[in-house]
């Protein structure tokens, strides 16, 4: 009887696996092409710069439909590696998932802060970000809360929880060329705390430009928590960064809820400043193994240094 309930429960499990999340659109199966498009990044020192933005959701997912923690952490490392983006933005990384990333993404070093204020150590985010360490130096990176103190551990008032802006400054070992990459996840409450957000980041995004002569290319990339025309976008642009994804083309959303929702608009986005040109812009609306690696999309953005 026991062994029948076992065999009963399992046969649910997988159905359920089968029967949910992403579809299969745009699945990514081999991986034997990451070590070539990873040498390939490594090798271009002709200013073009790859960069993603990615909420991992990596405390979340379920078991029961096959998007637990533990099964999607190697599967966004088989992804990352099939894209070899020169640095990526990521939201809700918790300390589980970055220990696990030192292994599974070897290639690249990583810098985040945990944001407070959570209930567990384990759900506690990072804004951090990962780039290739064997291609940059890092000059410079920080921390900073989205709230009226922002150099101290802090929460808007209207939030819902505690809202940080991750950067770093990177310098090509071989070149010399330097980009800033600033990270963020505004709230998900409050419209106030986004705008805030948005007016700060715009205005330490700025500052730093400043510090480094005025010609220092600068990607913002990040969970909006709204869409294009949302107050904290509209205050990045009015700073003078530009939405790398062309409006046209905003017909994807970025958030999917485990592949149940199939349209509606980005909420996640790549800003530049006008010392790098767009390329290119993706949404990365596939699977790995048949598997949802998060409940966001990846975004990519390719840009060229002016």
Not at 42 to 48: E, H
Not at 100 to 105: D, N
Request: proline fraction near 3%.
């Amino acid at each position: 009887m026991k062994k029948r309930l076992i065999a009963v429960l399992l046969f649910g499990a997988m159905l359920c696996g089968v029967l949910t999340g992403c579809g299969d659109d745009g699945r990514i199966e081999d991986s034997g092409t990451s070590d070539a498009a990873l040498q390939a990044r490594l090798a271009d020192n002709s200013g073009r710069v790859m960069v993603l933005s990615y909420n991992t959701a990596a405390p979340w997912g379920s078991f029961w439909d096959g998007t637990s923690s533990n099964k999607r952490a190697p599967l966004f490392a088989e992804q990352i590696l099939s894209i070899a983006p020169d640095s990526m933005g990521v939201q809700e990384l918790n300390s589980n998932w970055a220990e696990k990333m030192e292994e599974l993404l070897p290639a690249y070093a990583y810098y985040g802060v945990q944001r407070g204020g959570d209930g567990s150590e384990k759900t506690s985010e990072m804004c951090g970000i990962f780039y290739l360490k064997d291609k940059y130096e890092l000059l410079d990176s920080g921390t900073f809360w989205l709230s009226e103190t922002p150099d101290t551990e802090s929460k808007y008032a209207d939030a819902g929880c505690n809202r940080i802006c991750s950067y770093v400054v990177l310098q090509n070992k071989t070149t010399g060329f330097a980009y800033a990459h600033f990270n963020t996840h505004l709230d998900n409450v409050s419209e106030a705390a986004r705008t805030l957000g948005g007016n700060l980041i715009a205005e330490r995004a700025t500052a730093m430009v400043e510090s480094y002569g005025g010609a220092l290319p600068v990607v913002i990339t990040g969970d909006f928590n709204q869409n294009r025309d949302g107050t904290a976008c509209a205050a990045l642009e009015a700073a003078g960064f530009v939405n790398t994804q062309p409006e046209k083309e905003d017909t994807q959303p970025t958030y999917h809820a485990w592949g149940e929702q199939t349209t509606g608009q980005a909420i996640d986005f790549i800003f530049r400043n006008d010392a790098f040109a767009s390329v290119s812009h993706h949404v990365y609306a596939q699977t790995v193994d048949g598997t949802c690696v998060s409940d966001h999309y990846a975004v990519g953005a390719e840009l060229q240094a002016e």
